[in-house]
């Protein structure tokens, strides 16, 4: 049987609105991981004690999961930035199929490191909101309260992200299976 043209054109218009919608997902999730590394790339609060000669400063880089957010955050909107004309290109040809393949599988990647690093910064957050009493960890979250703001925050961002990763990936494979 050979399809009509008015079968065929439906099926070419929801490959580019899945294709639209992918490039969308795109860009605010490149947005939220940039917002989510600079935001916590630019945490710093010092606290004056005592004297002024003594002080307490926190920083992200100060703990090395926080440093891992940072990077994983700046890689996945950076793989997300470079992945742009790719989606565009989907957009103009909704046929390709074979390039949506690679993408899914980057996106994957891209989701497992996202996710990492705003689970690896989540555990530290956590402890710095609430301690532990069972290894002596204290709070500091009643001393430093912008900078677990800050923190707390970014983690909005990046899992925001992953979300919007997930909702990619999963455009692309629909888009696949109309084929």
Same mark, same amino acid.
């Given at each position: 049987m050979?399809?009509?043209?008015?079968?065929?054109?439906?099926?070419?218009?929801?490959?580019?609105g899945?294709?639209?919608?992918?490039?969308?997902?795109?860009?605010?999730?490149?947005?939220?991981?940039?917002?989510?590394?600079?935001?916590?790339?630019?945490?710093?609060?010092?606290?004056?004690?005592?004297? #002024?000669?003594?002080?307490?400063?926190?920083?992200?880089?100060?703990?090395?999961?926080?440093?891992f957010?940072?990077?994983?955050?700046?890689?996945?909107?950076?793989?997300?930035?470079?992945?742009?004309?790719?989606?565009?290109?989907?957009?103009?040809?909704?046929?390709?199929?074979?390039?949506?393949?690679?993408?899914?599988?980057?996106?994957?990647?891209?989701?497992?490191?996202?996710?990492?690093?705003?689970?690896?910064?989540?555990?530290?957050?956590?402890?710095?909101?609430?301690?532990?009493?069972?290894?002596?960890?204290?709070?500091?979250? #009643? #001393?430093?309260?912008?900078?677990c703001k800050?923190?707390?925050?970014?983690?909005?961002?990046?899992?925001?992200?992953?979300?919007?990763?997930?909702?990619?990936?999963?455009?692309?494979?629909?888009?696949?299976?109309?084929?």
């Amino acid at each position: 049987m050979k399809a009509t043209a008015g079968e065929a054109y439906p099926r070419k218009g929801v490959n580019r609105g899945l294709s639209v919608l992918d490039l969308f997902f795109r860009i605010i999730a490149a947005v939220g991981t940039l917002g989510s590394a600079v935001a916590m790339g630019t945490t710093d609060e010092t606290l004056p004690f005592i004297t #002024q000669f003594f002080r307490f400063r926190a920083r992200y880089d100060d703990i090395p999961s926080l440093t891992f957010f940072v990077i994983a955050n700046a890689i996945v909107c950076g793989y997300l930035v470079l992945s742009l004309p790719i989606s565009i290109y989907h957009i103009i040809r909704s046929k390709a199929n074979n390039s949506r393949v690679i993408l899914i599988i980057f996106d994957a990647a891209m989701l497992a490191l996202v996710t990492a690093g705003a689970s690896a910064a989540a555990a530290i957050v956590y402890l710095a909101h609430k301690g532990n009493a069972s290894t002596n960890w204290f709070a500091i979250c #009643q #001393q430093f309260n912008s900078f677990c703001k800050r923190i707390s925050g970014s983690l909005i961002g990046s899992f925001g992200s992953g979300v919007l990763l997930v909702l990619t990936i999963t455009t692309a494979a629909i888009a696949i299976s109309r084929r």
